[in-house]
């Protein structure tokens, strides 16, 4: 091998995002072992390419947010064929005790507000773990995942190893994909991905929280 | 996007290798030569470092260091090593069967330890490391700051990108851009990024709170 490939920066980029082919990333992980000067690449790479996602993210949670509050503000009495003066301060005092009752009678009942659904995309690096609200549904992107084989078995445990979900996924070239089809109460969880041999491939780790 | 051109280096340059012999090196240290041993270890610690603390945390990186090097030299003097001039594959599948084995301990661990007490003992190896996080924080301050100095499709362009995961082909052709419009996009937010990242270490005020 030429000791001296040192990678494009699309490859870099590939790489740290975890989408790199197979075949690609033996070449560059074997120079990436010998190359200071290609780590401190993949590194800012890594930085950037992960503080990019994280950020678009976070950025298109927020306004789908916004937008729903105030299109359910302009529209809701004329839906509903309701005079607009419901909507008056007064009357919009009433009705906010009113929402506060049945907030606390509802949290009271146990029919707490959860989210329908929730996404998370896993890295197996350790250090932070990336965290979710508690949803009915959890959607799971195992980034790193292989891209080619399987299927893989899955198995989801909570802290303390009980398994809270099981299933089997194939590798996709964007990332394994689950979707959990139960609420998982607040805590830590491992995802574990085992090949067809029942060899643990890789582990990751999130976490539910209000 | 008004230009096509594109910077003409992205990153600095890097370095032409010293191109080693690897089958040499590997009949010096099986002939027990101390400065081959020094030789193996200064090229390949840096990088074993590297992928074991991407992969596993700081946690006793040194030690799991030392084994990588252990294996690797046991195996040479052993003569196991049956293409010294894939040297470099060996290590890293040295280093992948370390990382898989220590999870896989981690893993068993956690296992053994919950049927003893499954109430008292927390038995995460992915404990929050605050200097990490803080720095996560940082890097998701960095590029927001990033993104509010962006047009709206430029920003649609790297969400396709970075979060939707498409490619570059089917982005370009979606949105009537050239290859080069693409990566000029890219290597401009990369450069902006790594400008206020620099300008944070050196300690001058930058607010990554408000928009620009």
Same mark, same amino acid.
């Given at each position: ?23 690609? /990333? ?20 890594? @930085?950037?390419?992960?503080? /990019? ?5 976070? @950025? ?45 009678? *509802?949290? =009271? ?69 689950? @979707?959990?089809?139960?609420? *998982?109460?607040?805590? @830590? ?22 | ?35 081959? /041993? ?36 046991? $195996? ?30 981690? =893993? ?26 803080? /720095? ?75 928009? $620009?």
């Amino acid at each position: 091998m030429d000791l001296n490939f040192h990678g494009t920066e699309d490859q870099l980029e590939q790489y740290a995002l975890g989408r790199l082919a197979e075949s690609d /990333m033996t070449v560059l992980e074997e120079h990436l072992l010998v190359c200071a000067v290609c780590l401190e690449r993949l590194d800012q790479m890594q @930085d950037f390419s992960v503080g /990019m996602r994280e950020a678009l993210i976070a @950025d298109g949670v927020a306004p789908a947010r916004e937008n729903t509050v105030q299109r359910n503000t302009l529209s809701w009495w004329s839906r509903f064929g309701l005079p607009e003066w419901l909507g008056k301060p007064g009357f919009a005092l009433v009705l906010a005790g009113a929402a506060v009752v049945l907030a606390v009678g *509802l949290s =009271v009942t146990g029919n707490t507000n959860i989210a329908p659904t929730a996404s998370l995309q896993l890295t197996a690096m350790r250090g932070t773990m990336p965290y979710s609200l508690p949803a009915k549904e959890i959607h799971l992107t195992l980034i790193d995942a292989p891209q080619t084989g399987g299927p893989f078995r899955v198995e989801v445990v909570d802290s303390t190893g009980k398994s809270q979900w099981a299933g089997s996924i194939l590798a996709t070239a964007g990332g394994a994909q689950l @979707d959990i089809r139960k609420t *998982l109460s607040q805590g @830590d969880y491992f995802v574990r991905l085992y090949n067809s041999e029942g060899a643990l491939v890789h582990e990751y780790g999130f976490r539910v929280r209000s | 996007m008004a230009s096509d051109a594109v910077p003409e280096s992205e990153a600095p340059r890097p370095e032409v290798l010293q191109v080693t012999d690897w089958a040499k090196l590997v009949q010096r240290i099986h002939a027990g030569e101390p400065a081959a /041993m020094e030789e193996l270890y200064a090229i390949f610690a840096k990088g074993i470092r590297y992928f074991l603390l991407r992969n596993l945390g700081p946690e006793e990186l040194d030690d799991k260091v030392h084994d990588c090097f252990l294996i690797v030299t046991q $195996a040479i003097r052993n003569g196991e090593l049956r293409e010294p001039d894939r040297l470099m594959g060996y290590v890293r599948t040295v280093v992948k069967r370390q990382i898989a084995g220590s999870i896989d301990s981690a =893993v068993q661990q956690r296992r053994t330890r919950a049927e003893f007490d499954d109430t008292l003992l927390t038995v995460s190896d992915w404990r929050e490391d605050p200097e990490r996080t803080v /720095m996560a924080r940082q890097r998701a301050d960095i590029a927001r700051k990033v993104l509010s100095s962006v047009s709206r499709r430029d920003r649609e362009i790297l969400n396709r990108f970075y979060v939707q995961e498409q490619t570059q082909e089917q982005i370009c052709a979606d949105m009537g851009l050239s290859y080069n419009q693409f990566r000029l996009l890219k290597s401009r937010a990369k450069a902006r990024f790594g400008e206020i990242g620099k300008r944070l270490a050196a300690g001058v005020g930058v607010n990554l709170r408000k928009p $620009a």
